[in-house]
């Protein structure tokens, strides 16, 4: 029996994960026994960038035989599986690429995707390309809020060049994830950054999938010693349900200047209460008004999972949501989740 390596998870599809072992071959690998105890509840149990100890068989294949513990993941909640699923591990930033026009700068896919990042306590940063297509003040003055939040905003245009050298030294080191709705160019900006890169990634794929066309959900465009480039051409949707809802307001930063105000301190629900000091930021203007609604809208969420509604079974929210008086009704909203989808 050859003997086990160590290495790195660069994608995962059904239950079979692609591992770039540390002699850099890339093995196609399957778990020992089917599951790994520490992940057990989770949807897919390996994540890209997780490190792992593999024994490969043959002809390119291996078996997973140990997870090494993960130092944070990022993911979301899996509708379909109803479980948590981790998109990416071990990862040191998230990176929101948007741009301001076709299609147009979505605030409201920024603040889940930052969300996201707070939870898993790694920086977010947005990418805004095609800036040669102009900018409206209104996203001018949204990137200036991000930016007074702390986040680092990029401005980016493949066509011009522009932007772009900022963008290879913040992903130059460690681990990035880079997610967007389609068509704001993230493929074009990856290729770009990397020449070449969407032949080899093709190469690879259709050697060991055997010109099989499955999305991943996350898939290492870029791995060596020093970088990892994680994209996420599979996230269509941005279930958050693994978020306990009274932790939700401190994964928006500017909130916890004003929850001191509050009059039930930590038990708050900055939603309807009375003598909120969140609300009062958010209607005098010192918290954007369109961030309090982003807020509102998750933690609704968070009591309301569609899927259990679909599935005609009980709704664990109900008596939570029924707590929630004088919250107005939200417009037609088709799928909060679909990325793609105007919300
Ligand atoms: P993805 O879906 O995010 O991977 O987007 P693509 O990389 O496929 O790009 C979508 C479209 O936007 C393509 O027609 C690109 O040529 C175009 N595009 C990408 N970057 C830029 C840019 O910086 N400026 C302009 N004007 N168009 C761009
Ligand atoms: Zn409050």
Redo the contacts with the bound molecule.
Sequence with gaps: MEQAVKGRILSTTNNLSKVLCADGSVLICGIKGKRIKSLEGHYNALAAGDRVVVRPTEGGRGLVVELEPRRNSFGRYNEKGRADQAIAANIDRVIC?SSPSLPPFRPRFVDRLAVMSESASVPFAIVL??I??GIAPETESRLADYEALGYQVLR????TGEGLESLASLIRKGSSVLA?Q????????LNALFPGLEQRTQAVSEKYERGKHTTTLAEAVLANDETMVIDTPGIRRLALRNIEPSSLSGLFPEFALYAQDCPFGGNCSHVNEEGCGVRAAAEEGQIHADRYESYLRIYEELFAPPAWKKAGSRDPGRRQRALLPGRKKLGKVRDPFDLDEEY
């Design positions: 690429v390309n095609k040669d297509l980016t245009s493949v066509r967007g389609s068509g704001v160019g993230k493929s074009s900006l």
